[in-house]
């Protein structure tokens, strides 16, 4: 007789035995998919490295997002790429640039799915920089003003969620004054309140030419090892007035996901970017690891760390049940 022992594999010995224990679970209306948005119409221009991801026209942003809708993904988050860059970013915040004309059209065509806008300045400024330069430092303080320009042109538009992702100091408060004065008490703020200056938005800055000319953002983005950091980030956006908060990128910060879960109680997103879709791309092309399988356990991962909403290139397929 032998002492006894715990048997873990009785609950795991069926589909159906594990699907009745299983813990965490991803739905479509808790995705967002990331789209990239240009001038032009019928233009689908595909992002060499992002598989499957393109900057496309407003006409076909609005097929995709129907699309999108029709498989219950809840939300998309739009990112302009426009025709035209200068030192001041005065791009972002034009009434006819790329993301407002789609958010006026995404709101007439498709009801049913929330439509997010990213405002940051560095897809719109020559120098790549998310805010304007003063010599070689990006200047805080008179940055605020033009993201708050950004950002009441979108609500104006008709955007349900603002989401600064520029990393300046004090840009949640500002924001939510400029917004409430103009009157878009209900466009709601989801801060980029943790984001890291990260290898891991590469692809993205190739989508949107957006990599600084000279230096990098490691003097507004957060320091990687910093995870006590990330809470004070988020409980400050909280306090300014942020309904949600997200943490950027996903699967190298699990652990902080999981802290911000614990110290705040307003939902939590979390962005799997551009790299890590990518990297899980690359590494299926050469036939090392399953590409759905992976998709599947890398996003319940981030719901596992504690996130309730998911910012993911994955959403379309994972919301098409792709298996
Ligand atoms: C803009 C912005 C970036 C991303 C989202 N908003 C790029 C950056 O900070 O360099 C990255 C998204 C991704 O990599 O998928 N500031």
Same mark, same amino acid.
């Given at each position: 007789m032998t002492a006894p022992f715990h048997r873990g594999r009785r609950l795991r010995q069926s589909a159906a035995m594990r699907g009745l224990v299983r813990e965490t679970h991803l739905s479509p209306s808790q995705l967002v998919a990331p789209l990239f948005v240009r001038s032009g119409t019928n233009v689908r221009e595909?992002?060499?490295?992002?598989?499957?991801?393109?900057? +496309?026209?407003v006409d076909l942003i609005v097929e995709e997002a129907k699309h999108l809708a029709s498989v219950g993904v809840g939300a998309v988050l739009l990112f302009g790429i426009p025709d035209t860059k200068d030192d001041t970013g005065t791009g972002a915040w034009a009434e006819d640039g790329p993301v407002p004309t789609a958010i006026r059209a995404i709101r007439r065509e498709v009801p049913g799915i929330s439509i997010w806008a990213d405002v940051c300045l560095c897809e719109y400024t020559s120098h790549g920089h998310c805010g304007v330069l003063c010599g070689d430092t990006v200047d805080n303080d008179t940055t605020l003003p033009l993201l708050a320009k950004a950002a009441v042109a979108y609500a104006r538009a008709g955007a349900d969620v603002i989401a600064p992702s520029d990393m300046m100091?004090?840009?949640?408060?500002? +924001?939510?004054?400029? +917004?409430?004065?103009?009157g878009f008490v209900d466009a709601a703020i989801v801060s980029y309140a943790v984001k890291y200056a990260s290898a891991f938005y590469g692809p993205f800055r190739e989508a949107a030419g957006s990599t600084p000319q000279k230096g990098d953002r490691r003097g507004y983005q957060m320091d990687p090892p910093n995870v006590r950091e990330a809470l004070r980030e988020a409980r400050a956006d909280v306090a300014e007035g942020a309904d949600m908060v997200m943490v950027k990128p996903g699967l190298p910060y699990l652990d902080v996901i999981r802290a911000v879960r614990e110290h705040v109680d307003v939902p939590i997103v979390a962005y799997q970017v551009s790299g890590e879709y990518a990297m899980l791309h690359a590494a299926a092309e050469r036939g090392w690891i399953d590409l759905p399988r992976a998709m599947h356990e890398t996003t319940t991962a981030l719901r596992r760390a504690g996130a309730d909403i998911l910012i993911t290139y994955f959403a379309r397929a994972l919301a098409e049940g792709r298996s």
């Open positions: 595909p992002i060499t490295s992002m598989p499957g991801q393109d900057r +496309l026209s100091d004090g840009r949640v408060a500002h +924001l939510r004054g400029a +917004l409430d004065e103009e």
